[in-house]
């Protein structure tokens, strides 16, 4: 039997990746009769380095960024007394990226925007809550790998998403609720070298069943314990306007302050 040695060392490319963000948010959420509006806006701080080597030819390459950009969001959703409560909403996203081109610098960060026109519905005297929504996705410079030997990326350009989602709540028995869902997706490449295609890894239909189990304690705790069956997953990130179904005559205001930071470190070889 011969041995195989020691694994040989990758040596074509080495790459060290760190990413820094800082996030300012607020969030306002208002109630008018029988209207509920939301309003938020978040500014983001980026900044990124990337060290590369390339052993094999002696070769290195720094590279530091800094970005930045405003995202916001808002939405209105008014109740009728029959339970019917139709709903519109708006946003928009800024996702930086690690991803490195062909030329070897830092790929442009992915944004989007999203429009949403649905309309939940709640039987009154029940613990049922029905929805659907037609949403129109449109996102810019989504990575995409275009050679996996020297993970290579590129930017795919414009990728836009529209379809439906329909969703089922109920609580079947006390602690016990169900959630069944069923989204129609249509994504396509809009915009760039690869317009007509179809991205990788979107589905067209995507079905989920979830169920949730509260078990209930005496003395002022809850433990909870969730499971969980979905025949693909697949989940496509949406904003709602105002979900909980809540009565008041009288107009309130809450507005919260957030400040979120966050680091990645990757390192690649």
Avoid at 121 to 143: C, F, M, R
Avoid at 165 to 176: H, P, V
């Amino acid at each position: 039997m011969v041995s195989p040695g020691a694994t040989p060392a990758y040596d074509f490319i080495v790459a060290d990746a760190d990413m820094r963000q800082v996030g300012v948010y607020a969030l306002d959420q208002i109630e008018a009769g029988n209207w509920r509006f939301n309003l938020g806006g978040r500014q983001t701080w980026v900044n990124q380095t990337r060290d590369t080597t390339y052993p094999s030819f002696g070769l290195n390459d720094s590279e530091d960024v800094n970005k930045n950009a405003f995202s916001w969001q808002a939405g209105a959703l008014y109740l009728f007394d029959n339970g019917i409560a139709p709903f519109v909403s708006y946003a928009t996203s800024f996702d930086p990226v690690t991803n490195r081109s062909a030329s070897g610098k830092i790929l442009e960060p992915t944004e989007g925007e999203q429009y949403e026109l649905g309309v939940k519905y709640q039987p009154p005297g029940t613990d049922i809550l029905l929805s659907a929504v037609a949403y129109h996705i449109v996102e810019k410079n989504k990575p995409v790998l275009v050679n996996p030997l020297t993970l290579a990326y590129d930017s795919l350009g414009e990728v836009t998403g529209k379809g439906i989602e329909l969703e089922a709540r109920a609580a079947i028995a006390d602690g016990l609720d169900i959630i069944a869902a069923y989204t129609y997706n249509h994504s396509e490449v809009t915009g760039g070298d690869n317009e007509g295609n179809t991205p990788a890894f979107t589905p067209a239909h995507v079905a989920s069943l979830w169920a949730n189990y509260t078990f209930r304690k005496p003395i002022r705790s809850t433990a909870c314990r969730s499971a969980r069956a979905s025949v693909m997953s697949a989940r496509i990130g949406r904003i709602p306007p105002i979900p909980r179904r809540t009565r008041r005559a009288s107009m309130s205001m809450h507005l919260p302050l957030m400040i979120s930071a966050r680091s990645t470190r990757t390192t690649r070889a």
